[in-house]
Nanobody, 114 residues
Framework: QVQLVESGGGLVQAGGSLRLSCAAS????????MGWYRQAPGKQRELVAS??????NYADSVKGRFTISRDYAKNIVYLQMNTLKPEDTAVYYC?????????WGQGTQVTVSS
């Protein structure tokens, strides 16, 4: 069992920055993938960024603006979000994969004002 706790969401103006954090606890040995998803009202959940074996994958809409990183010693994954846009407004969810099982955090709200 893995527990994920997100933090760092909030309200920012367009062009601003936020850093989201996700701390994993429990049976963290064997986590193969950690990533961030988001869901805006009326839209499907979408992958924002993921990291696996040191590599990173980003949605086209955030490439060049967001950076995912992982602290392996502390089991924390971060999402640095720069040059935020109103369309980035969503609930952001942390995800971890262990033995093909998905674990999710509770979500943190990110709101970007125009």
């Amino acid at each position: 069992q893995v527990q994920l706790v997100e933090s760092g969401g909030g309200l920012v103006q367009a062009g601003g920055s936020l850093r989201l954090s996700c701390a994993a606890s429990g049976s963290t040995f064997g986590i193969t993938v950690m990533g961030w998803y988001r869901q805006a009202p009326g839209k499907q959940r979408e992958l924002v960024a993921s990291t696996h074996n040191g590599g990173a994958n980003y949605a086209d809409s955030v490439k060049g603006r967001f950076t995912i990183s992982r602290d392996y010693a502390k089991n924390i994954v971060y999402l640095q979000m720069n040059t935020l846009k109103p369309e980035d407004t969503a609930v952001y969810y942390c995800n971890a994969v262990v033995s093909w099982k998905d674990y999710w955090g509770q979500g943190t709200q990110v709101t970007v004002s125009s």
